[in-house]
């Protein structure tokens, strides 16, 4: 294919038939034999740029998927009580327990690791909420199980916030309060497929169960004994100790 190409060239500038038999010419064999250098130069450095532009998309492709994602890392102190509870300065004791977590923040979701808190109540946990799904499921790393409810979006900071929030984290601790939340497990879910890609892939082989807020749920009392246990994280500036009963 090559050989042809220069033929052609070689035609064009005149050469001819000489050209053409030029394999048993000496003299534009010689000249052909430049010329070849010249495309087979021409030729490697085209299979370089191909070679070489195929490590481009490569390296992306695996930039993209194989490097450890962006981690932010933020620890919040708290006080048990709410900023507009009396004389919270004064009571403030000299140690305040402290939330701190790893957060992966990406366009339509965040992945909140919340260790074991080294002092005080609270389990570990993986928090995933799923913007785009408006899901929130909190995997319970003690008792390995899935729980799932609707996204709040007035606890949880929208992406963008979020990010703004953990930046200046990153910089320095924040001091903060404690809010309560009250869930109630209601049901199993067998099909977690609805649940969307993020949701399906942390809770996938855990029993996984749906919550609601216990405010929400009508004519159903209070049992005498529960099962709860705590979670306690921060998704916006204060810090939230979600509770979970089975009832
Ligand atoms: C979201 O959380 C707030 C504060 O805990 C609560 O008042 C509100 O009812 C919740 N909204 C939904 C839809 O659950």
Do not use: W
């Not at 499921?137 to 979006?153: E, F, G, H, S």
């Amino acid at each position: 294919m090559v050989k042809i190409a220069f033929n052609s060239a070689l035609a064009q500038k005149g050469l001819g038939k000489e050209a053409l038999v030029s394999e048993k010419d000496p003299e534009t064999a010689s000249v052909y034999g430049s010329e070849s250098s010249t495309g087979r130069c021409l030729l490697t450095l085209l299979g370089l740029a191909f070679i070489l532009s195929g490590l481009i998309v490569g390296g992306a492709c695996v930039y993209r998927y194989f490097t450890p994602k962006r981690l932010y890392h933020g620890t919040m102190h708290f006080t048990e009580l709410a900023p507009d509870a009396a004389g919270v300065e004064t009571r403030e004791p000299y140690y305040l327990p402290r939330v701190e977590e790893d957060v992966e923040i990406r366009d339509n979701m965040a992945v909140i690791n919340v260790p074991a808190p080294r002092f005080g109540e609270g389990d570990p946990a993986y928090i995933l909420h799923d913007f785009q799904r408006k899901l929130t499921a909190y995997l319970d790393l003690t008792l390995r199980n899935c729980y799932v409810i609707a996204l709040n979006t007035t606890v949880v900071m929208a992406p963008r916030d979020l990010l703004d929030l953990f930046m200046q984290l990153m910089l320095d601790s924040q001091k903060t309060y404690l809010v309560h939340e009250d869930l109630v497990v209601t049901e199993r879910i067998d099909d977690l497929a609805p649940l969307g890609y993020y949701i399906y892939n942390l809770c996938d082989g855990k029993p996984t169960y749906r919550m609601q807020r216990r405010s929400d749920i009508v004519g159903i009392q209070k049992r005498s004994v529960e099962d709860c246990f705590t979670i306690r994280h921060f998704e916006n500036t204060y810090v939230m100790e979600t509770k979970i009963c089975q009832a």
